[in-house]
């Protein structure tokens, strides 16, 4: 039997829920440039209304500069797969803050007056990843890009800026961190093949780089006449064969291999993301052209963590998705920017996929052929790069579409009726976006907001839609306290949507003179 309890609205404020806490590394851009990285701890809490508190305390710009209590509540927050999605822009005070030796004037945050402050964030019970970009434009031109944590959208050290020691015997090579060549490989003739270098670190980066690193990859001759192309792989090699095209020499990832490589780094990266394509720079140069085999190869696969191997030795179906470039040309030995859009399984062949990605397998070759090219081969590789787009393809009000233009994200149609939230329809150009809405009552319109924020949260885009002549169905169109309504009681989501009976949860009640209570049906 349902139960209905009418709550007074103090003695809701009064309930307290523990809050959260966070820890993780915080990056900091101020107009793009990265000016620190720090260990922070950002809480959060859940309020009862649903909605919620997130809190970063003690906010320091570097090591000099002490900024204050960031805060930020009644944060509407809605699901993205397993974790938590919270998104908001808010007019924020950054309070004093607590720290030992230092005074409430110290603190540069109450200097600033009331600021925008937006905030894109996800997170589950164990971690939290979140933006908090603080625009100081108006007042010292510059915006403040705070960025929390490590959502799993990209790979690790995608500039190849770190590397470490590799060595298989005697013989040592230089790897990027997180990445893999025939020094830390696997198999029968492991020793054999990784006694030639294949890696190195390269200050040729490419143009525009604010790094001073890149990879270089070269082929090499083993056993005195065998062509081992140039590899690295976020997986590991395996030599387990004579023949350079027998599939048990490959690249593979498992996240239940539990070796680790000379950094103390896994042969795998985990991943979470459903990006759109994969872009990166290379500089290729066979050193004896060969009509037959003249093109390097970058290959990505997103997979749900099981054995996944390149090349393939089977039909595999544990993989989303697939970027593959095996047809990287030397052009004249230049720096080139590669964009390969990721093919999802779902959209080529309606076949079951799994569910989430749990890993990235990456392999980048100097030869898309198995022992091919020549014995001097060089591929350069930097800043591999995940790209995430975010932009509607589709809108409409009930029967109505909206033309969509590039670049434009404001309109006006006419309308003529009732509109609430559930009748704004919105489709993505892109995978996974988050797509938020809203809609407010205004004199003569009602005025629909779409939000879309990119799956890696880094991107997002804001369309208005004013419905002249509409109004608005929910809770914004109750007459003031004590007008005596023709209706009688109705119930209404916090968001504003009508229900026609009473659902779990915390709703809103309004009896035939226009009052209103909360209450929480159980």
Known sequence: ?????????????????????????????????????????????????????????????????????????????????????????????????????????????????????????????????????????????????????????????????????????????????????????????????????????????????????????????????????GTITTGQLQADAMSATDPKNCSFTDLQNKETDGNGDPFYTTFNGYPDSLAVWVKFKQEEVLPSYPYATVCAVITDGTRYQDPEDQSYTNYLAKAQHASIESNGFVW??????????????????????????????????????????????????????????????????IVLEEGVYNYTVDFDGEVSVDDVHAVSSARRNSIIKSLRAEEDAAVATIELISNDLQTSKTYNIRLRGASVTGIRNIAADGEQLNDGGELYRISGQRLNNAHQGLVIERNGKGVRKMILTK
């Open 1 to 229: 039997m349902k139960k209905v309890f009418t709550l007074l609205v103090a003695a809701m404020s009064a309930a307290t829920v523990m809050a959260d806490n966070y820890t993780d590394q915080l990056n900091i851009r101020i107009n793009g440039m990265e000016v620190a990285s720090q260990e922070a701890t950002i809480s959060i809490d859940r309020q009862d209304n649903g909605l919620y508190t997130l809190q970063l305390a003690n906010f320091m710009l570097g090591s000099e500069m002490p900024v204050g209590n960031i805060k930020l509540t009644d944060v509407p927050a809605s699901p993205k797969g397993d974790a938590t999605l919270l998104a908001v822009t808010q007019q924020v005070s950054i309070e004093a803050g607590s720290l030992p030796g230092v005074g409430e004037s110290d603190y540069l945050g109450p200097m600033l007056g009331i600021i925008p402050i937006q905030l894109r964030a996800e997170f589950t019970s164990s971690q939290l990843y979140a933006f908090i970009s603080i625009d100081l434009t108006s007042s010292l031109g510059q915006n403040i890009l705070c960025t929390f944590g490590d959502g799993g959208y990209q790979l690790k050290n995608s500039g190849f800026e770190d590397f470490h020691t590799a060595s298989m015997g005697s013989a040592t090579s230089d790897e990027p961190n997180a990445w893999h060549s025939f020094m830390s490989s696997t198999g029968l003739f492991a020793q054999t093949v990784g006694t030639v270098p294949h890696t190195f670190i390269s200050t040729d980066t490419r143009p525009g780089s604010t790094g001073s690193k890149s990879v270089l990859v070269k082929s090499g001759k083993v056993l005195g006449f065998v062509i081992a192309n």
């Open 336 to 401: 080139q920017r590669l964009s390969i859009p990721f093919v999802y399984e779902e959209d080529k062949n309606g076949t079951a996929v799994p569910d989430a990605p749990k890993a990235i397998h990456i392999t980048v070759s100097t030869n898309v052929a198995a022992g091919q090219g020549t014995e001097s081969d060089s591929l350069l590789v930097d800043d591999i790069e995940m790209v995430y787009n975010c932009g509607l393809a589709q809108l409409s009000v009930k029967e109505t579409p």
